[in-house]
């Protein structure tokens, strides 16, 4: 399927809504699925919360299948490995490509019983759920903070509670304090130093409901859609000022490239205003799956740009660094990559006849819509957004831009 992208008229406002952070939703779903009692509001509607949440409903089956979902994939690997019951834990073929050897090992010294199905180091594998006590392990955090927060997240089942080592710094520290605000949320006592993570034990809750905020990082592409048409102003609600997602950072961010943000009791009112931002240099170690939406921005508003802290990237939906250097050389765009960086010092030139391959990947689809303002655009296999944003293209026409089915055989 291809969507054919393109803008038709002007709008002064518009209200989207936003769905609820996946992050926030996934790590309260193991929350949950540990104590039954905890009550969420606002539950996000993605297809990798979906999935989780059915995984955890469904517990019995001895064959569980994530599809893509790489977050489902390691928060019920650690969930699974203390329930009783014995299944295997797969998914597609992307995924059966993204490491889990750290996690695995974690468990394994922590006294699960796991065991790889074919490829070591990869899904699909089984796991077999025995009591752990906790205590203390050693886990490599450096391909992805996930790892940590499956720890986390059942460490406050564990008799003992648990600490987590590292010798390694922590890569997208942002979300192990989110997972550190969760488990705070519900009453649990976290701490965190540079070189390691202590989770006690939780034997009863301390709160019993919960709200899920909406999602920060989906925010982003209507940030970049201001930006790029110095209009409309957006209203999105359900976001809040002190947020526990790091991507609230990039309302700072974000008044370089002329958006304003302003917050009010029940989210926040984006407005257009003047850049005359001529490069920009970031560091999104924290803040990864934001690596797309300002690489696109950037060459669209013919920024010069250096960002880096994108070591995990290649561990994504996609090889985003490779990705996002394919996509945006069709558009003329020169970009250097390396394992954790991507910089260009063009800006577009070709606009037309333009199609972007999604490569199975949410961000990329959205990153690239953007641009959507500025010419006619395709974009190749749309659906991918139900990942984490399933009405993203309703909320886009918002914007006056008509979307049309093509049909890939004309």
Same mark, same amino acid.
């Given at each position: ?213 909406? %999602? ?7 940030? !970049?859609?201001? *930006? @790029?048409?110095?209009?409309? #102003?957006?209203?999105? &609600? /359900? ?120 490569? %199975? ?7 690239? !819509?953007?641009? *959507? @303002?500025?010419?006619?655009? #395709?974009?190749?296999? &749309? /659906? ?27």
């Amino acid at each position: 399927m291809i969507y054919h992208l393109n803008k038709y008229k002007d709008v002064e406002e518009v209200q989207l809504d936003l769905p609820g952070s996946k992050s926030l939703s996934n790590r309260f779903l193991i929350l949950k699925a540990l104590y039954p009692e905890l009550s969420i509001e606002g539950l996000s509607e993605a297809e990798d919360t979906r999935i989780l949440e059915n995984i955890i409903l469904q517990k019995d089956q001895e064959i569980q299948n994530v599809g893509a979902a790489g977050t489902a994939f390691r928060f019920a690997l650690g969930y699974f490995a203390m329930t009783p019951g014995r299944r295997m834990v797969t998914g597609t073929d992307r995924l059966q490509k993204r490491p889990i050897a750290p996690l695995v090992d974690a468990l394994r010294k922590l006294g699960a019983r796991i065991d790889y199905a074919e490829r070591e180091g990869y899904a699909p594998l089984w796991v077999e759920g025995v009591d752990l006590e906790g205590g203390e392990v050693e886990v490599d955090p450096s391909i992805s903070s996930q790892f940590l927060t499956s720890l986390m997240l059942i460490a406050v089942q564990m008799k003992n509670g648990l600490t987590i080592r590292f010798n390694d710094p922590l890569v997208s520290r942002s979300y192990i304090e989110m997972t550190a605000w969760c488990l705070r949320e519900i009453g649990a006592k976290v701490e965190i130093d540079t070189r390691w993570v202590r989770v006690h034990s939780l034997s009863s809750l301390k709160k019993k409901k919960v709200w899920i905020e909406r %999602d920060w990082t989906s925010a982003s592409y209507w940030y !970049s859609m201001v *930006s @790029l048409g110095a209009g409309p #102003r957006v209203h999105l &609600p /359900g976001l809040w000022q002190n947020s526990p997602q790091g991507d609230s950072r990039q309302a700072i961010w974000f008044e370089e490239l002329g958006v304003v943000t302003r917050f009010h009791d029940s989210g926040i009112t984006l407005m257009p205003t003047r850049s005359r931002l001529g490069s920009m240099r970031m560091d999104l170690d924290l803040h990864p799956d934001l690596g797309q939406t300002f690489a696109v921005l950037l060459a669209a508003k013919g920024v010069e740009f250096f960002l880096t802290g994108l070591k995990t990237l290649k561990f994504k939906e996609s090889d985003r660094l490779r990705a996002l250097q394919l996509e945006l050389g069709k558009f003329g765009i020169e970009t250097q990559i390396d394992d954790h960086s991507i910089s260009s010092k063009g800006q577009i030139i070709q606009t037309s006849n333009l199609e972007v391959q999604t490569y %199975d990947d949410h961000r990329m689809a959205m990153a690239f !819509s953007v641009l *959507s @303002l500025l010419f006619p655009i #395709r974009i190749k296999d &749309p /659906g991918v957004v139900v990942k984490s944003y399933p009405n993203f293209w309703e909320e886009l026409e918002k914007f006056g831009i008509e979307i049309l089915l093509i049909d890939p055989r004309s």
